[in-house]
């Protein structure tokens, strides 16, 4: 049951979200639901990799709760919130389709976007950066599965240090990041975006594709990643002022979530779905 935290709706100028793989088992399309029912925006950019098209061609997997994304969506659309579609890697099959608009949700490879202070961001999905999804596909669709299997031990996982009144910890994320670390991943991608948004003259960027939250300056570049739906539960909002904000819905869903299951169950409640940590969460 998903658990709103805060009823009160709350309205900014932009709202950027990537990385949800509607489709996929891991997504939290629930959470983004209910995020999306209490924040509105004149804009909202979908920053790619929003439908998993690669898990969809495996096997098909659509419960009720991803078409509710998607009418919740066309919804704002029909209402006249812009929403602005960049493909990515998992969802390339509309790259096929810039310019074009369905149902009222426009399709483009990337945009400029120019903030309420004058400041402008190049917005991307990012997946041309990196290394193995433009040059190794098949090496990237084993990475892709070995992500799933670690969803699935960690959702195991989960259970078990619940049951033991052990705090939550991620094996997905943590294997993850031990990987990236290893080969320096993160930083060279955050440091090729950020050299692209400069040769766009532009002041910052803004991308998803590596599920790792984030706004930091590198070499006088904002660099901001949306983080994902799958584990973090993070979006990117501009305040009407210009100011950005990474806000972590899967915290404030996740702790109500584990208040209601204690008051109604007699033992810890071995919940699949937890938010990840937030050491990576940060405030421009």
Known sequence: M?????PEIRHFRTLFISD????????????????LRTHEAETIFLVGDIVDGWRLKRSWYWPQDCNDVV????????????????????DEFLRGFPGTHFGGIEVAERMIHETADGKKYL???????????????????L???????????????????????????????????QVKQAVNFIG????????????????????GHIHH????????????????????????????????????????????????ATLALPRPFPAAVEPAEAQDIQAA
């Open 71 to 90: 009418q919740k969506l066309l919804r704002k659309a029909r209402k006249g919130t812009r929403i602005v579609y960049i493909p990515g890697n998992h």
């Open 20 to 35: 949800v793989h509607l489709g996929s088992k891991a997504a939290k399309a629930d959470f983004l639901l209910d995020f």
């Open 143 to 177: 990475g892709d599965w070995a992500y799933d299997m670690a969803i699935n031990i960690n959702i195991l996982l989960a259970a078990i240090r619940r049951r033991l009144g052990m705090p939550y910890w991620s094996f997905s994320a943590w294997a993850k990041l």
């Open 188 to 207: 060279e991608f955050q440091k090729v975006v950020a050299e692209e948004a400069r040769r766009n003259d532009v002041d910052g960027v803004i991308c």
């Open 123 to 141: 917005v991307l999905h990012g997946d041309e950066f990196d290394v193995v999804v433009r040059n190794a596909r098949l090496v990237a669709y």
């Open 213 to 260: 939250a984030v706004m930091e300056d590198i070499d006088g570049i904002h660099y901001v990643n949306t983080g994902d739906w799958v584990e973090s539960c993070t979006a990117i909002v501009e305040h009407h002022d210009g100011r950005f904000e990474l806000i972590s819905w899967g915290h404030r869903i996740g702790a109500a979530s584990k208040k209601v």
């Open 2 to 6: 998903t658990v709103n935290t805060d």
